[in-house]
């Protein structure tokens, strides 16, 4: 059995995918296997994926017979895995050479982290746009360091490696209570590892992120803002607050801990999931007969 599962999920990323493969067989630390879970692709995503399988045994094909959307892909390829540390992998994204194996330290070299993630790059059409580096910990697992986790970590560290016995059942947790609205569910699934202080990295690898058009690029006007729907987003915030919640009161008894991380997680949901500024502003609108 390998040492590190990979799971690849991809829709339609024929123009992509190769060159995703090509960096996975590339580095340096090899006792991986690689799972592609081809949502019901039309394009060549198929052909492209078996052909890479034929190179090297260690990466593998599955095809969904129907599409299963983002999330339900995401799930199927984890539960297919039975390695010990196991990574998503998006087929847009990349990360240097030795990302598998200085992660992989980590996680080796102290057995209480059950994340371990890198320096994230972000990049646009091969600019570099920001970088997230990892915060600076005191290392006593105390509450500073779970506040600086929650709020300074990046939203690609959900392509971090993990302890895959621990992530699935929190995943499968969240697929039952929060629906498969892939808005934030990154930040919720990392969120007990956070609360934990279960989370290590290094600045020493970097995970590399495509980020996504702007608006208004090379001096075009903006085009209009699409504003989500408010009472699905009202409705998803109330979840994630419902689901973080009770992570809170598994973790602290009664009293002045719990309610120090009851306003915690109401702060986490109003950065991650729909700001209260953008509530209040659209009920605003809302309550005078404009459009929210």
Known sequence: MAAITIGVP????????????????????????????DNASTDATGEIAQAFCARDPRFR???????????????????????????????????????????????????????????????????VERVTRFPKLKGD???DDKRRLMFESAPSWVYGLYRREPLVPILDRIVRDYGDDSWAWDFLLMLP?????????TDATSFEQTLRPRRGEAGQPKPPRTE????????????????????????TPPGADRALWTLM??????????KTKHILRRSARRLIGLRP
């Open 10 to 37: 991809v829709f339609n990323e024929a123009a992509r995918l190769e060159q995703c493969l090509e960096l996975l067989h590339a580095q340096t630390f090899t006792d991986f296997e690689a799972l592609i879970f």
């Open 61 to 127: 094909y599955h095809r969904q017979p129907v599409n299963r959307g983002a999330v339900g892909n995401f799930i199927d390829v984890l539960h297919a895995a039975r390695s010990r540390y196991f990574m998503w992998r998006a087929a847009d994204d990349s990360a240097d050479p030795n990302y598998l194996e200085v992660l992989h330290g980590l996680l080796e070299a102290d057995p209480t982290k059950r994340l371990a993630v890198g320096r994230v790059v972000g990049t646009f059409r091969g600019e």
């Open 141 to 143: 697992g105390g509450f």
């Open 193 to 201: 590892f956070f609360m934990d202080a279960a989370v290590t990295g």
């Open 228 to 251: 989500p729907d408010l009472d699905a987003r009202l409705a998803l915030r109330r979840r994630f607050l419902a689901i973080a919640q009770d992570f809170v009161d598994e973790r």
């Open 265 to 274: 997680i109401r702060l986490y949901a109003d950065r991650r999931v729909y």
